[in-house]
């Protein structure tokens, strides 16, 4: 769901940093109705693609492709899309409200997937082809979520998939000894005797260092 519940002018404070110190590590101050919940503004687009946003099924694609679009504004005054001619005005249920409902948006780049030649096509194969996409999302939301986290060998749980992708930037297994105490110490000694300045230690070093993450290990 996107949030856009209010004009932020009218209720949003200043960005986070430059906000009082008792504001500090809460987030955007929100002085309309709750500040959170139903109140909640982010993209200042309002509203949500899907009857169930909660739950995966293929409504996002049928809807674009079923529905015709017309323009309006959220009410924080961002532009977006909703059905043409009040089609589909209650398909989907208000996030807070059981009282509520609403016509299922768009945004502007939703829309460059029907309208764009390139981008329609690719949407038509998955509409047509739901495990295909099921399998396309996947892949790319485990790529989202799971990058720069650390080797594959720290996987934990029963949904560790057998692949090797390559986004996961494989190493080959240790098949040599690595160091010990004793070769530390004595490349360290070759080091001090290299001839090497101070500051161009301290750059190799930072140089090492700053790519260095504890979940390599």
């Known amino acids: 769901k996107a949030h856009g519940a209010a004009p932020p002018a009218d209720c949003v404070g200043v960005e986070p940093a430059a906000a009082s110190i008792e504001q500090q590590g809460l987030g955007w101050k929100n002085k309309c109705g709750s500040g959170n919940a139903g109140d909640t503004i982010t993209s200042g687009l309002e509203g949500a693609w899907t009857s169930t946003p909660t739950a995966w099924t293929m409504q996002y694609l049928s809807n674009l492709f079923t529905f015709d679009w017309v323009q309006t504004k959220s009410p924080a005054g961002g532009t977006q899309w909703i059905p043409a001619d009040g089609a589909a005005a209650n398909l989907v249920p208000d996030a807070f409200d059981p009282a509520k409902r609403h016509a299922p948006i768009m945004f502007t780049t939703d829309l460059a997937?029907?309208?764009?030649?390139?981008?329609?096509?690719?949407?038509?194969?998955?509409?047509?082809?739901?495990?295909?996409?099921?399998?396309?999302?996947?892949?790319?939301?485990?790529?989202?979520?799971?990058?720069?986290?650390?080797?594959?060998?720290?996987?934990?749980?029963?949904?560790?998939p057998s692949e090797e992708l390559l986004w996961q930037d494989p190493l080959p297994a240790v098949d040599h000894e690595l160091v010990g105490a004793e070769d530390i110490a004595r490349l360290k000694t070759e080091i001090l005797a290299s001839g090497l300045t101070i500051p161009e230690l301290v750059r190799t070093a930072w140089a090492s260092a700053a790519s260095f993450r504890g979940t390599d290990m």
């Open 113 to 160: 997937l029907k309208f764009d030649p390139a981008y329609r096509k690719i949407s038509q194969r998955f509409l047509k082809n739901p495990p295909e996409f099921e399998l396309a999302f996947a892949k790319a939301w485990f790529k989202l979520t799971h990058r720069d986290l650390g080797p594959r060998a720290r996987y934990a749980g029963n949904l560790v």
